[in-house]
């Protein structure tokens, strides 16, 4: 798939979400971002913002197979994976696959299931797979987590973990709309709403096509360089009690690629991994006690991290 076309394709899937999702370019950017990383997406904002409809829209674009999850303290792993039943015809255990056997998957409030039925997912999102009773069931491609939570309600929420953080690609927040983007909302919505009239762009093979139309993406060791002098930056921060691990120096590798296919680019740019270092990092790093208590924001400790390191130039 050529750059152009790649570039046309990614164009359509935005411009269709925005139809529902208004005045939010560069999230549903990042949303997208994460879906050709191959990748996981994490949206943590205030109710009422848009971030399971984001999910929605995003999965009825591309026409795969979507299940919603919905997370509550009762659930169990067994509810996401699936479970082995008796056959009384068989006389034999036969495996019931779970809601988790999609390409799109929404794991909606994820943090109010306890942190047992969470973990249920990390093999699921790190090797796309389920072992059952030693059976190991492997996950349709492509597969795509879509978890949302809320960052002031803690009540009932148990905190995800910080294995569970690192296997989100990206975490971003939606925000509220601007005046003019709300008044846009509030028409739209008079007399239905716009995400019943969005049908599919995509087919699972396209989507596909598109993840290896980005992963072709070209690198150059001086933007690969600077990726390792942020990664490490966040190691030796003196206000970061951990910082990323090879994990986080590959998700923003394939983010940056994705993001010059997004762009129309069949090379990465410094400006690229700038970007999206903060919606990459910020969740894998973990403040010292001191920052914490002091509610400094991870966010700011990535851009003082950009602030401090040389920018490449001469890059394109």
Do not use: W
């Amino acid at each position: 798939m050529s750059v152009t076309t790649t570039a046309d394709r990614i164009g359509q899937v935005i411009a269709h979400i925005e139809q529902v999702i208004i005045g939010k370019r560069d999230t549903v950017e990042l949303a997208v971002i994460a879906l050709l990383c191959g990748g996981h997406l994490l949206i943590e904002d205030i109710p009422g913002v848009g971030k399971t409809t984001l999910a929605k829209t995003l999965a009825l674009s591309l026409g795969c197979a979507f299940k919603r999850i919905q997370f509550t303290p009762d659930l169990l792993p067994a509810d996401i994976t699936g479970t082995s039943i008796f056959n009384q015809k068989t006389q034999d255990f036969e495996f019931r696959a779970g809601p988790v056997f999609a390409n799109i998957v929404l794991a909606d409030e994820i943090n109010r299931a306890t942190p047992k039925t969470q973990a249920a997912l990390l093999e699921c999102m790190e090797e796309r797979q389920v072992t059952s009773d030693g059976v190991t069931h492997m996950l349709p491609a492509p597969f795509f987590v879509i978890a949302t939570e809320n960052n002031i309600e803690y009540g009932g929420t148990y905190q995800l973990p910080e294995a569970q953080l690192d296997r989100f690609l990206l975490r971003i927040a939606i925000g509220y709309p601007q005046p003019e983007d709300e008044k846009r909302i509030l028409e739209l919505q008079v007399h239905a709403h716009p995400i019943t009239a969005i049908n599919s762009l995509l087919s699972a093979d396209e989507v596909l096509a598109l993840q290896a139309a980005s992963r072709a993406v070209r690198v150059v060791p001086e933007v690969q360089s600077y990726i390792v002098d942020i990664i490490t930056g966040t190691r030796n921060h003196p206000k970061v009690k951990i910082g990323a691990s090879p994990r986080g120096s590959l998700a923003l590798l394939h983010a940056a690629q994705s993001h010059a296919a997004v762009r129309g680019r069949n090379f990465v740019l410094p400006d690229d991994v700038k970007h999206l270092a903060p919606y990459v990092l910020a969740h894998r790093i973990i403040l010292t006690e001191q920052e914490r208590s002091n509610s400094v924001k991870d966010t700011a400790i990535i851009g003082d991290i950009l602030n401090r390191i040389p920018v490449p130039v001469g890059i394109g």
